[in-house]
T-cell receptor
Framework: SQQGEEDPQALSIQEGENATMNCSYK?????LQWYRQNSGRGLVHLIL?????REKHSGRLRVTLDTSKKSSSLLITASRAADTASYFC????????????FGAGTILRVKS | GAGVSQSPSNKVTEKGKDVELRCDPI?????LYWYRQRLGQGLEFLIY????????KSGLPSDRFSAERTGESVSTLTIQRTQQEDSAVYLC?????????????FGPGTRLTVL
């Protein structure tokens, strides 16, 4: 199966709550990236974490990386209705050269 | 500045017809990628261009699919003798270099429907 598998597949929360999405992968990585996609169109880059980093923050986003478990998590704090979207992780690996391998994504719905 | 643009935004075609999809990357970006995204699924890599190097075509699903890029500018993805299973959103992305350390900038996609 492919790299960068997210869970859960879908998540529904109330506005103001935190949302956590997880990503697992299979081989050693150079970096792991998170993207957001609204309405099935273009993806927007959110954050990149390198293999030698453990945690990164960007505004309300917090990404962690555990290379021993080959997993990453994306936390969105104080969620808003506008955060409703699909979220994808993508890994850069030596095996795949310069290509990013994307997971199937997590659909997040934030109810107001 | 201008982002990645794609045209057309929507394309409806009949089975067996050829289609051509266009991508204009961000100026100065040497790397260009094409992906396919079927409904409710993740991105499937199709092809990758990096400068004047030979493209990485390892993701093209069949010989009906081909792509070209002139230098570091526009790219076209051509699907010949379209089939219903080709229906999907086709996304193009560009990157300042071919190194996957850099984020990819995506266009809005072309939604292809094959009847």
């Amino acid at each position: 199966s492919q790299q960068g598998e997210e869970d859960p597949q879908a998540l529904s929360i109330q506005e103001g709550e935190n949302a956590t999405m997880n990503c697992s992968y299979k081989t050693s990585i150079n970096n792991l990236q998170w993207y957001r996609q609204n309405s099935g169109r273009g993806l927007v880059h959110l954050i990149l974490i390198r293999s030698n980093e453990r945690e990164k923050h960007s505004g309300r986003l917090r990404v962690t990386l555990d290379t021993s478990k080959k997993s990453s998590s994306l936390l969105i704090t104080a969620s808003r209705a506008a955060d409703t979207a699909s979220y994808f992780c993508a890994v850069s690996t030596m095996e795949y050269g310069n290509k990013l391998v994307f997971g199937a994504g997590t659909i997040l719905r934030v109810k107001s | 500045g201008a982002g990645v643009s794609q045209s057309p935004s929507n394309k409806v075609t009949e089975k067996g017809k050829d289609v051509e999809l266009r991508c204009d990357p961000i100026s100065g970006h040497t790397a260009l990628y094409w992906y396919r995204q079927r409904l409710g699924q993740g991105l499937e890599f199709l092809i990758y261009f990096q400068g004047n190097s030979a493209p990485d075509k390892s993701g093209l699903p069949s010989d009906r699919f081909s792509a070209e890029r002139t230098g570091e500018s526009v790219s076209t993805l051509t699907i010949q003798r379209t089939q219903q299973e080709d229906s999907a959103v086709y996304l193009c992305a560009s990157s300042p270099t071919g190194l996957a350390r850099n984020e990819q900038f995506f266009g809005p996609g072309t939604r292809l429907t094959v009847l």
